[in-house]
Structures are given as C-alpha cells and as structure tokens.
C-alpha cells in the first residue's frame, strides 16, 4: 500500500512558524483595536454616537452642599474669645469648726437663703464622743460668692479651706458653633427628606436625621449643665465640733450614763438568754442522732459480750 506524499521535517518546522507569525499578528492587531476610542474605531460614526445624559440638577445640588459642608466643626479663633462673654466656673471647699455644728448648719441654711442660694445636699453623722459632724453643699450666684464665703469663715474657725476655678469660656463658644452647624445640617436634611421620592433615600435620610438630632440634644445638654455651673458656684462645707482646750476639764462620756448603763444590761441578758435558747434549740436538734447512737452502742456491747462468750 502506498503511503502519501508527506513534506520533508524542516518544511513542516517552517510552515508551523508561518501559521504561529500570523496568528500573533492577528492578536496584536485585535487588542490595538479594542484599546482605540469609539470615535476612532473602524466601522464606528463619530457623530452617530449616543450623546452622554445631562446629570441631574437635584444631584449636582447635593454634591455641591457636600463640598461645602466642613469636614469637622470650627473651632474658635482668638477673636471669638475675646468677643465672647467669659465662663467661668468657681467652687470652693471649707472645713469650719465650731462649738455646736448644729446650730452652724442652721446659720449657714440661714445665710444661704438670704443671698438667694440654697442648700442642695446635706448630712450629718455622729462619732463615739456623741458630736455630729455635719457636711454640705450649697449652690450660691457667682456673684454673691465671695460675700458668701467670708460669712461663712466668720461663724467659726477655717481649719481647711480650698477655692478654685474652672474657664469654660473655649468650650462654650466650641459647643455653640457647632451646634449652628448641626441646626443648619438639620434644616438642608428635612429639605433633602420633603423631595425624596424613594423608600430608600426617605430612609437614609430619616437616619442622618436622627444622627444629628441626637447630637444637637447632647450639645444643648451640655449647654444647660455649664450655663448651671457657671450661673452658680459650688460650697462643700464640712462643720466639726471643735477641739477642747486641755487646759480645761470636761466630762464626757457620762452624758445620760443611767440609761446608757440600763441598756447594756438589757443587751447583755438578752445575749445570755439568745445563747442559752440557741443552746436548746441546737440540743433537740441533735437528739434523733444521740438516741441513735446509743441504741448502736448498747447493740455493739451485746454483740461483743456474746462473741467473747462463744469464744
């Protein structure tokens, strides 16, 4: 059978380079084709092309207040602060000592209420030498403070005494730019909310607006609470008794002793009677548990006697 004609070895080598040039030629001018614009592209009429939709005016708007909307809140320059009025915070801490705190805490409950401050907090506990120690706050207007303070010293002898104060004025002026800046978010978001015509868009706008709403109560909060501080200043007073001279012979300890001593021999046979009934009470407790065990023990000596016995 006669085989068919085939080409010589490196023919066939040759040819296969032919096919593998053209085929990447082929592939380069394809990729070149598809990198060209669509302008430039054969087959491709510039003009015929469809023109680019006009972008929407409500979205340029939004993206425009974006760019203008600061990316975090001013804060206060010099100017600002010499402008603005001064916060200051004032309180002050006294340790008086007096002979009867009693009647002390009643004067200065007294001088409070005169210069229109009032007594916020106040408390009273007694040691082992049956003298109350007595302390107390008192919110007093920062203009009345120093005539306050000096009332208070002249009841008595200052063994303490600690005043200081705090300039919020910064803070102050910080917290209120930027709660103009949340009111004006707060305004262009109900805006933004009346012309959304999605459940979506509503939706993500009802969330910023709560976002903001949530900051703008935090901020007036803190607003209230510094206008209080700064309205009113603060008096920690602590009233003692004060010391006896040691020249002097006072007895104490005896105050009311009959009574003190009836007391404790109520208490004393009120114990021995709670003991002797606990006594009891722990006796006929155990008794099952007694009778019990003597049962055991009577049976264990018989059963021994008789062992011993067959033995």
Known sequence: MRQPNRLPFHKRIRHHHYLLVLLLVGILLLSACAQMPPALRPGTDQDAAEPMPAPDEEEMKREREAVDRPDSEPRPNDTDLEKAEQKIIRNAELTLDVPEPEDAMDDVTRLAQDMNGYVSDASMQTYADRRPRIQMTIRMPEENFDAFNQAVRDLGTITF????????????????AQLENLKSEEVALRRI??????????????????????????????????????????????????????????????????????????????????????????????????????????VGRFVFRRIRQTL
Not at 240 to 252: H, K, L, N, Q, S
């Open 161 to 176: 005494s600690r005043i200081w104060s705090s300039d919020v004025t910064e803070e102050y002026i910080d917290l209120e």
């Open 193 to 298: 909310l009346e012309e959304a015509t999605t459940v979506e868009d509503m939706l993500n706008v009802r969330r910023e607006l709560n976002e903001v709403r949530s900051r703008i109560d935090s901020i007036q909060g803190r607003l209230r609470y510094l206008d209080d501080r700064v309205s009113l200043s603060t008096f920690q007073l602590t009233i003692r008794p004060e010391d006896v001279a040691t020249t002097a012979i006072r007895v104490t300890g005896f105050d009311n002793f009959g009574s003190r001593l009836l007391q404790s021999l109520i208490q004393g046979s009120n114990w021995v009677l709670r003991m002797g009934a606990t006594s009891i009470l722990m006796f006929v407790r155990a008794l099952p548990g007694l009778v019990v065990l003597i049962i055991l023990v009577i």
